[in-house]
């Protein structure tokens, strides 16, 4: 794909992995708008990359859809239309831990961004993107947890993630069948570790979504932990470069992939192993076995 000219739409691209893909978008020819809720970070970011091409920055609360809403118009009041949108922002659900020690604020906070999130950028920013005609893709972020299999101890992520999916492949069915010029894939991030601003997510939790009993992060879900469990499993534990996951995406998007991600191929055995179980009626094995 030729990306010289293309609008592209970042959210949650102030840091991290959607900062990665702003990178690369850039790096391609393409125009980005950053949008993010850490307006310190995200100005930091913009005055940064600024060199790289055109690149701007808006405050945006994905959960907001007000503020969804002002961005889309912001957007299409400037630039005039969007190529590429990625739906990206996203949180974990608040230390993670038993399923049932999890609050319904864990639940609230973490779906406002994961999942209603992610679907109310879409919904506000696909309708336009298929009135104007022209090509176009959107991108959402998943994860391999919950998009593949849940880690039992992020139960409230992994269910997120597992709606970010299924909507995701539901929208890509749809537009196609509609014959529509815009095309819809999942993005999981992956290839090892992914040192991100993910493990404090709780930096960006509203305190009307607190937890009622405040506690420190339930056992193996710091960084730290999350490493030592790569390790011991097998599995990739080097830290990535977020600019060549950023790269890795759109190269996967030239190819026309629905999944977008490095090391996707790894996931054939445990989902084969998980629809054998299923199959069977049994409790399917999880992301870590
Ligand atoms: N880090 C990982 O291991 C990993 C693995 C798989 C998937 N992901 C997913 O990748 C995406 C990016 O996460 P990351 O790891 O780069 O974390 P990150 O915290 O570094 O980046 C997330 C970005 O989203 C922004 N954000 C948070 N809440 C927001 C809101 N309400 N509105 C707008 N912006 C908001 C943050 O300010 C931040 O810039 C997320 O969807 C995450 O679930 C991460």
Same mark, same amino acid.
């Given at each position: 794909?030729?990306?010289?000219?293309?609008?592209?739409?970042?959210?949650?691209? $102030?840091?991290?992995?959607?900062?990665?893909?702003?990178?690369?978008?850039?790096?391609?020819?393409?125009?980005?708008?950053?949008?993010?809720?850490? @307006?310190?970070?995200?100005? #930091? @970011?913009?005055?940064?990359?600024?060199?790289?091409? =055109?690149?701007?920055?808006?405050?945006?609360?994905?959960?907001?859809?007000?503020?969804?809403?002002?961005?889309?118009?912001?957007?299409?009041?400037?630039?005039?239309?969007?190529?590429?949108?990625?739906?990206?922002?996203?949180?974990?659900?608040?230390?993670?831990?038993?399923?049932?020690?999890?609050?319904?604020?864990?639940?609230?906070?973490?779906?406002?961004?994961?999942?209603?999130?992610?679907?109310?950028?879409?919904?506000?920013?696909?309708?336009?993107?298929?009135?104007?005609?022209?090509?176009?893709?959107?991108?959402?972020?998943?994860?391999?947890?919950?998009?593949?299999?849940?880690?039992?101890?992020?139960?409230?992520?992994?269910?997120? &993630?597992? $709606?970010?999916?299924?909507?995701?492949?539901?929208?890509?069915? =749809?537009?196609?069948?509609? #014959?529509?010029?815009?095309? %819809?894939?999942?993005?999981?991030?992956?290839?090892?570790?992914?040192?991100?601003?993910?493990?404090?997510? =709780?930096?960006?939790?509203?305190?009307?979504? $607190?937890?009622?009993?405040?506690?420190?992060?339930?056992?193996?879900?710091?960084?730290?932990?999350?490493? $030592?469990?790569?390790? =011991?499993?097998?599995?990739? %534990?080097?830290?990535?470069?977020?600019?060549?996951?950023?790269?890795?995406?759109?190269?996967?998007?030239?190819?026309? &992939?629905?999944?977008?991600?490095?090391?996707?191929?790894?996931?054939?055995?445990?989902?084969?192993?998980?629809?054998?179980?299923?199959? &069977?009626?049994?409790?399917?094995?999880?992301?870590?076995?």
């Amino acid at each position: 794909m030729d990306y010289h000219g293309k609008i592209a739409v970042v959210t949650g691209g $102030a840091g991290g992995i959607g900062r990665g893909l702003v990178v690369a978008l850039l790096t391609r020819g393409a125009s980005v708008v950053i949008g993010d809720i850490e @307006t310190t970070v995200l100005n #930091e @970011t913009v005055s940064e990359l600024s060199s790289m091409g =055109q690149v701007r920055g808006v405050r945006l609360d994905v959960s907001d859809s007000a503020s969804v809403e002002a961005f889309a118009d912001d957007i299409y009041g400037n630039e005039g239309r969007v190529d590429l949108l990625f739906a990206n922002a996203g949180v974990t659900s608040g230390g993670g831990g038993l399923p049932w020690e999890q609050e319904i604020n864990d639940w609230r906070w973490c779906f406002s961004v994961n999942v209603f999130g992610v679907a109310g950028t879409v919904l506000t920013f696909l309708p336009r993107m298929l009135a104007a005609g022209t090509p176009g893709e959107v991108i959402t972020t998943s994860s391999g947890d919950g998009g593949v299999a849940p880690v039992p101890h992020a139960s409230v992520y992994a269910a997120s &993630k597992a $709606a970010v999916s299924c909507f995701t492949e539901a929208l890509a069915h =749809q537009l196609q069948k509609s #014959e529509a010029k815009v095309g %819809a894939h999942v993005f999981y991030p992956g290839g090892g570790l992914l040192d991100t601003g993910l493990w404090t997510a =709780q930096r960006n939790r509203p305190e009307t979504l $607190a937890r009622v009993k405040p506690r420190p992060p339930a056992p193996g879900t710091t960084f730290a932990e999350f490493k $030592a469990q790569l390790e =011991q499993l097998g599995l990739p %534990a080097d830290i990535v470069d977020l600019d060549w996951l950023g790269m890795k995406v759109l190269e996967d998007l030239d190819e026309g &992939k629905f999944i977008l991600g490095p090391n996707i191929e790894k996931f054939g055995p445990l989902l084969h192993s998980r629809a054998d179980a299923i199959a &069977k009626g049994e409790l399917p094995p999880t992301l870590l076995h």
